[in-house]
């Protein structure tokens, strides 16, 4: 998936309906308006090259996106594995597994925000 594909004037989150910081995130878009199309992270993992697509839109790091507090990732001990695998190797280990991947991610498409902190969300997304 490209970023044309991604529905013009919505906001994708790919979110884990469990987790307190996505919920945050979902009420703070929808407070502003915005149309959302919400993809459960783990029913509908990105792929690698959704997620390829994803950390270009963002501007961060690979890294940024594993979700270093999470318990896959402890017991799958990549802290020490990561840096001995490439991006590709990297990208196909979080299409695997959604609960490796650091949420909530927004992607509208033009850019994209991983995580949430409410500054930043009200700066990107209702600003």
């Not at 013009?8 to 929808?30: D, H």
Request: charged fraction near 25%.
């Amino acid at each position: 998936m490209s970023a044309n594909t991604w529905q013009a004037g919505t906001i994708t989150v790919y979110q884990y309906p469990k987790c307190g910081t996505c919920r945050n995130a979902v009420k703070s878009l929808q407070a502003k308006g915005n149309k959302l199309e919400l993809k459960h992270i783990v029913e509908e993992t990105p792929t690698a090259e959704q997620l390829k697509e994803l950390v270009k839109l963002s501007g961060l790091e690979l890294k940024k996106f594993f979700n270093t507090s999470g318990d896959v990732y402890r017991e799958l001990g990549l802290k020490d594995k990561l840096a001995s695998m490439n991006e590709d190797e990297q990208l196909a280990l979080l299409a695997s597994n959604g609960m490796l991947i650091k949420r909530p991610i927004a992607t509208d498409g033009t850019k994209a925000t991983v995580g949430f902190k409410e500054e930043q969300y009200v700066q990107e997304w209702n600003g």
